[in-house]
């Protein structure tokens, strides 16, 4: 897999839109093995540019809130209309053994089983704020394979609104009915990156409990400053009901009219811009980190550095600086 003949074959394979080719390099994408990596950025290279942007679309929320319901009712929706969708699905990782429940699949049976749609389940583990370590690397394969929209749905714990946020055009927020109060502590933060609020669960006894909740996140978001080269009205919250089906069609037409107006202005070419810096920053530092940690000399010092600054006998920044010096082979610094 890792020559470059069965590199090539397999590129062809996934533009033909073969699944399982899909599959063997998203595999390939997220392995560790040294070897594995250098053939993961041969084939991301040789991976040609689409005539049509995909359409990357983030998904958070609290566990419970119906996401995959949602992803679900959602994604059935899309291809019904011909629209192919990939699915990254980040699960939660176990602290302890960092084995993951990985039962996205399970719970998105039809879409699953759809031709035109493509979920890949992944476990969070070493993943800053949720994202698996590779779904930024994953995307590009998912678009090569002709997916139209990318759907990154996330834990929803900590740094994963940021990093999914990094990675997506839109940013989808969804809670239950009534859910706001699980989210005080974080809840400023995550608004001001959601672009659309989604209270699901908005059917049966929960429907008035929906309207009202909607209605108060609506509120609370004319307060937030209005972004350049969205249209008016945004960002806006809206019900919806993964159950029934209804206000999907008017919240995917939400999703749509934002990203029209974002390529109109120029914004989408700015934000993808702006996202792919700032994962080369995140891959400069992730490199250094793995540099590091493969050397044993300098993990060995990073050791005995980080045990003084536990001590109280040397500043977290002069450790650093002298890690960083050790690095490079340079004088170390204070």
Request: aromatic share 4%.
């Amino acid at each position: 897999m890792t020559d470059g003949a069965a590199l090539e074959a397999l590129a062809e394979r996934l533009a033909a839109g073969d699944r399982r080719a899909l599959a063997r390099a998203i595999t390939l994408v997220e392995s560790t093995r040294p070897d594995h990596r250098r053939a993961a950025r041969r084939l991301l290279d040789s991976l040609p540019p689409r005539e049509t942007p995909s359409l990357r679309v983030g998904l958070t929320g609290t566990p419970g809130v119906g996401k995959s319901s949602f992803t679900e009712a959602m994604g059935t929706r899309l291809t019904a209309r011909g629209q192919r969708i990939a699915v990254l699905a980040v699960d939660p990782s176990s602290a302890r053994s960092g084995g993951s429940i990985l039962g996205d699949k399970t719970r998105m049976d039809l879409l699953s089983r759809d031709p035109m749609a493509f979920i890949r389940p992944s476990p969070s583990s070493a993943g800053l704020g949720g994202v698996g370590l590779r779904t930024r690397e994953t995307i590009p394969l998912v678009e090569a394979w002709g997916a139209d929209v990318v759907l990154v749905e996330t834990v929803g714990v900590g740094q994963s609104e940021t990093m999914v946020a990094e990675m997506t055009d839109v940013f989808l927020l969804l809670l239950a009915p009534g859910g706001g109060d699980e989210l005080q502590g974080v809840k400023r933060g995550i608004m001001e990156m959601a672009d659309i609020i989604l209270v699901n669960k908005a059917d049966g006894d929960m429907l008035a409990q929906a309207t009202r909740t909607r209605a108060d996140y609506a509120g609370a978001l004319r307060l937030l400053r209005h972004r350049p080269g969205d249209p008016e009205g945004y960002p806006r919250a809206l019900a919806v009901s993964s159950a029934t089906g209804d206000g999907l069609d008017g919240a995917w037409a939400a999703v749509e009219k934002l990203a029209a107006a974002r390529r109109a202005s120029g914004a989408w070419e700015a934000r993808r811009r702006e996202q792919a810096e700032a994962w080369f920053s995140r891959a400069v530092e992730s490199g250094l980190a793995r540099r590091m940690a493969g050397d044993p000399r300098l993990a060995a010092l990073r050791g005995e550095l980080a045990a003084e600054v536990g001590a109280g006998g040397l500043g977290p920044e002069v450790a650093a600086d002298r890690l960083l010096a050790a690095l490079f082979g340079e004088a170390g610094t204070g």
